[in-house]
T-cell receptor, first 113, second 115 residues
Framework: AQTVTQSQPEMSVQEAETVTLSCTYD???????LFWYKQPPSRQMILVIR??????QNATENRFSVNFQKAAKSFSLKISDSQLGDAAMYFC??????????FGKGTRLSVIA | GAVVSQHPSRVICKSGTSVKIECRSL??????MFWYRQFPKQSLMLMAT?????????EQGVEKDKFLINHASLTLSTLTVTSAHPEDSSFYIC???????????FGSGTRLTVV
């Protein structure tokens, strides 16, 4: 079964600085999707960014970008110019075909003013 | 974008009673919906996959007779927690898939407290 590993239970970053959250996954498939979801204290799951495995170019959404290393099965999230509103739980997730999302255990990000 | 409405957001019930949670896709048809459970400071745990017009598929360890799932239409899936007990207290989240290339849309969740 596919697994997603987030090795950083907690991270902190100074406001306006950059932070990188790590994620690795295990799969034997070649076609799949990867996601980063944000879960603020409201607990609403918010899609931050997604990456299709067949695309070599790293996805970018404003201050959020990923470093997708397919051979290494690594999918890290970089948050630039961190803001107080970025404080949340961040979940890395994997999906292929018709299967449900597989989530990592999450990383709690704190932003220090 | 796609919106999934989940109700109620909070519910308190007495032990032994049943509680129904609704999940509606507002602007798209969801042939598949997923139900998750999340304990404090933990990740989402998939409970079951709900397919419109057919029986739900439950994950190992999830009691299908306790967590009844009905997906009678392309826009509505319900989760009924039967004979609820305090250990069923948790945060329940639904998710719907319209187009796999756009990921999954989540409901806002239901905080269930059984007293």
């Amino acid at each position: 079964a596919q697994t997603v590993t987030q090795s950083q239970p907690e991270m902190s970053v100074q406001e306006a600085e950059t932070v990188t959250l790590s994620c690795t996954y295990d799969t034997s498939e070649s076609d799949y999707y990867l996601f980063w979801y944000k879960q603020p204290p409201s607990r609403q799951m918010i899609l931050v960014i997604r990456q299709e495995a067949y695309k070599q170019q790293n996805a970018t959404e404003n201050r959020f970008s990923v470093n997708f290393q397919k051979a290494a099965k690594s999918f890290s999230l970089k948050i630039s110019d961190s803001q107080l509103g970025d404080a949340a739980m961040y979940f890395c997730a994997y999906h292929e075909g018709n299967t449900p999302l597989v989530f990592g255990k999450g990383t709690r990000l704190s932003v220090i003013a | 974008g796609a919106v999934v409405s989940q109700h109620p957001s909070r519910v308190i019930c007495k032990s032994g009673t049943s509680v129904k949670i609704e999940c509606r896709s507002l602007d798209f048809q969801a042939t598949t919906m997923f139900w998750y459970r999340q304990f404090p400071k933990q990740s989402l745990m998939l409970m079951a996959t709900s397919n419109e017009g057919s029986k739900a598929t439950y994950e190992q360890g999830v009691e299908k007779d306790k967590f009844l799932i009905n997906h009678a239409s392309l826009t509505l899936s319900t989760l009924t927690v039967t004979s609820a007990h305090p250990e069923d207290s948790s945060f329940y989240i639904c998710s719907a898939r319209e187009d796999t290339s756009y990921g999954y849309t989540f409901g806002s969740g239901t905080r269930l407290t059984v007293v």
